[in-house]
């Protein structure tokens, strides 16, 4: 691979994902580079979203979801009994398909992690973490006079990025994002690829996307999945421009998918 | 068919329908009026009672007195004579059968009434005050016009001396009406005009605060667990299907459980707030549990996955979000249960709340009665006097119901949150 010069944050090896009997991704080796973002495309039910949500344990939640096999963070493995996976979650943050405010204040909703985690000591440290935080998801300006509005009350593309801002506070390694411009209009997904373009020099982040034109706009290293089984891996710049894959070739020209 | 003839036979298929669902709304609510109109008819003289004035005679004399007069030996005090005495003066009777009569005007607490009248006001003995007396249910009856004065004399309950009495009496306006305070400060009687709602009114609060204090932790805890934190397996599935089959239980079955296990068993005084308060908090049990377990469902999965992903353990997210989420659909359920306990009879038949209580309770486990089971033995007597108490009762009754009912919607509405 040509990017062997970034270090690698993720490794996941021999991934395999049930639902009951159905089983949803397929032997997955995948290796995700430090501070740089990754993109997952492919075909709706292929299997990125489970990924994702294999590295910071949100599978677990689902009952009939079985994982086997291997995700390590800095060679530490994420999927033993004894890993906690509040610590885990601390440090790999996701951000959802749909804006998930809580219905909340819009300082409420940053804080809240802060609080159950126990990082600020008083109020000056509180309110000092989320002015960071929403100036790190540039959302402080436009929302900095009504901090005790309902996050709620916040367009689509400001819900999303108070949502990515809620993920930043509590300093995460690692962003996971799932869809997160899928429900916004172009103008919104401007503002959030700009966003991730500038995030990525502090944090590891994994996007999936339905959109070939915002995997080649924002990400540097692409994975294309299909039916649960991962294609192809490589740079984006190759993927999309000379894709070693004759299915990849297929999907990024629009021919199926 | 055209397809102008499809249009206008949509057109009249759905003009059918508003009709019919016109149709059926009206029913209902024609049907709500007449029964209320009905309640209300019968039931709002209750709320005022008739009073004789009678010239007092506190003629210390008849009192019998040995000790100075003061209040605590004018409660010891017979107060009978005097009584008798100063009553049968309002008009003249020629045997001991037309002294009869005359006392049956009052009601038989005349005695006692005299005797209050001058504990309150002790400075009036030996003197000739004007009292207000109770009248007897059937001159209440006829006063209220409720008694038909041209029925021939052997089938009225007032003779024609006591009518002519009557007359002679409002001539000199010595009866009126006075607002009936002894609807909710009195506990039964045999006797109509003396018989209130207090007992009932204490003995359903106590029921009502037992069945509140056992169900509403007991159903929020099982409601949280079974959805939140219970594995999806065959037992839970057990559990769950046994819950919504306990809540279509008719309610007499739980009055058999409680008077089976609490009374015979378990030897818990009977006729008590206490008992019926557990038996009704087991009907009410799975009544609530299915609603708090609705509204901890229609809490969006994305807000658990939000608080998940920012670290919050199971047990954070679910008393930090879904709980507080789900409030206003849990805390109208279950006040919505409770109104269905509050309206119970036939398990505190069962369990002896059907009993003729007089005293008011003053706690849990003093026998009484409940406001439903009043009705029930209300509606069962003759005398006229207690078909309106039966429909004051009712009233009283629908207004706790629809008090409660508005406190549900006031909560859910206050707290409840839009999300997304």
Known sequence: ?257 | MTKEQRLKKRYRAEKRFKMYGLISVSLAVIFVLILVQNIFSKGSSAFSRTMIEVEVNYDSSLLELDSPINQNSLKDADFYDLAVESLLKIYPAKDSKEERQILRLFSPDYEFEIKDFLIKNPNKIDQVVPVKITASDDIDQLNKGNFPRDLPEDRRRVSNYQLNIYDNLVEKEKINKKFNNYLFTKGDSRDPELAGIGGSLMGSFFTIIICLILSFPIAIMASIYLEEFAPKNKITDFIEININNLAAVPSIVYGLLGLGILLSVMEFPRSTPLVAGITLSLMTLPRIIIPCRASLKAVPPSIREAALSVGASKFQTVFHHVVPLAMPGTLSGTIIGLAQALGETAPLILIGMVAFVVDIPSSPVDPSASLPVQVYLWSEQAERGFVEKTSATIMMLLGFLIVMNFIAVYLRQKFEKKWN
């Open chain 1, 1 to 257: 691979m040509e990017l062997n010069n970034s270090k690698i944050k993720i490794k996941a090896k021999n991934l395999n994902v049930f639902y009951g009997k159905k089983q949803a991704l397929f032997d997955i080796n995948l290796d995700i580079n430090q501070k740089e973002v990754t993109a997952l495309i492919g075909p709706s039910g292929c299997g990125k979203s489970t990924f994702i949500r294999c590295i910071n344990r949100m599978n677990d939640v689902i009952d009939i979801c079985k994982v086997e096999g291997s995700v390590e963070i800095d060679g530490a493995e994420i999927n033993e009994k004894n890993v906690d996976v509040v610590t885990l979650r601390e440090k790999v943050g996701m951000v959802f398909q749909k804006p998930n405010p809580f219905p909340k204040s819009i300082y409420d909703n940053i804080a809240y992690g802060p609080i159950i985690h126990g990082a600020a000591e008083n109020k000056d440290q509180m309110d000092n973490i989320v002015e960071t935080s929403l100036k790190k998801a540039a959302l402080w300006d436009e929302v900095k006079d009504r901090l005790n509005e309902p996050g709620t009350s916040l367009s689509g593309g400001q819900q999303q990025r108070l949502c990515i801002a809620r993920a930043l506070s509590v300093n995460p390694e690692v962003i996971l994002m799932d869809e997160p411009c899928s429900a916004l209009d172009p103008i919104a997904t401007a503002k959030i690829e700009e966003l991730i373009d500038d995030l990525k020099k502090s944090y590891t982040i994994v996007i999936v996307t339905h959109s070939m034109a915002q995997a080649v706009r924002v990400s540097q290293k692409t994975g294309f999945f299909h039916l649960g089984k991962i294609i192809e891996v490589d740079s984006t710049e190759k993927i999309f421009k000379n894709p070693a894959n004759k299915m990849t070739q297929d999907y990024i020209t629009g021919r199926f998918g």
